[in-house]
């Protein structure tokens, strides 16, 4: 009776860790009217690298959230180095990183904002708004990247490349490369704001967003002194 007691119990535990699991991968990402975030990190395949770029647009049943001309907050190594967990969170502080214009990276003329060559990471954060959340039926993420991606939205992993490094739900380490993978190339089309050439091109990868309205704003009742630098920090984006 015991070894069966423990048996069950093992098998218990099994298919609890696997519900947990699955339900962790299959999370809906929240959306929300105002104050959305959407987060993005960029691997090189090596500090050798010629060129690196991370180019994303975020639709809502056609219309635009993000897109390429946007304004972003970026950082790369090796100033990420000390950085705290949680900055794919939506209350994450990142007044201390830089201002630029989506895309961001280096080479091929096809960024926005250029960045040092020999990089191994660029983690990117965008503001916007979705004034019709409440109604829209596709959530429709679109990406041209080198070498490797993976974006969150508010919090929540939505998508990444093949040969992204790390496990799917966890952040990143700053100094982490997709090094090993096979060098995934951009559409090396010159950078716009947007240049639409880029959305229009068969090759650009598509993917639909699985995702849940969930209210007026992403951001909660908070400390004053915390509310009051996080609503600094949305002001000075827009």
């Known amino acids: ?42 691997f090189n395949d090596g500090a050798g690298s010629s060129d690196m770029t991370l180019i994303i ?15 972003v907050k970026y950082i ?10 949680g900055w794919t969170k939506i209350e994450y502080d990142d007044s201390s990183w830089k201002d630029g214009l989506s895309g961001v990276g280096f080479s091929d003329n096809d960024d926005n904002t250029q960045t040092p060559a020999g990089l191994i ?11 019709n959340a409440s109604s829209i039926k596709e959530l429709l993420f679109l990406v041209d990247y080198d070498d490797q991606y993976i974006a ?7 998508a990444r490349s093949g040969g992204a490094p790390g496990k799917a739900g966890e952040e990143p380490a700053w100094n982490i490369s997709a090094g ?3 060098n995934r190339g951009s559409l090396e ?35 004053a002194g915390k509310l009051a630098a996080t609503w600094g920090r949305i002001k000075s984006y827009e």
């Open 189 to 223: 089309l010159v950078a716009g704001k947007p240049n639409e050439a880029r959305w229009k091109n068969a090759a650009i990868e598509k993917k639909v967003v699985d995702f849940e309205f969930k209210g007026s704003s992403a951001f909660t009742v908070e400390p």
């Open 1 to 42: 009776m015991r070894i069966r007691n423990t048996i069950c119990l093992i098998f218990t535990a099994l298919a609890v860790s696997i519900i947990l699991s699955m339900s962790s991968i299959a999370a809906k990402a929240p959306l929300y009217t105002k104050n959305n975030v959407l987060v993005g990190a960029n």
């Open 152 to 158: 969150w939205l508010n919090g929540v992993e939505i």
């Open 57 to 71: 647009r975020l639709t809502g049943d056609g219309k635009i959230y993000v897109d390429e001309g946007s304004k």
């Open 180 to 182: 090993g993978v096979p």
């Open 121 to 131: 990471s660029i983690w990117t954060r965008y503001y916007f708004d979705a004034p």
């Open 76 to 85: 790369h190594d090796p100033d990420n180095q000390n950085i705290k967990p």
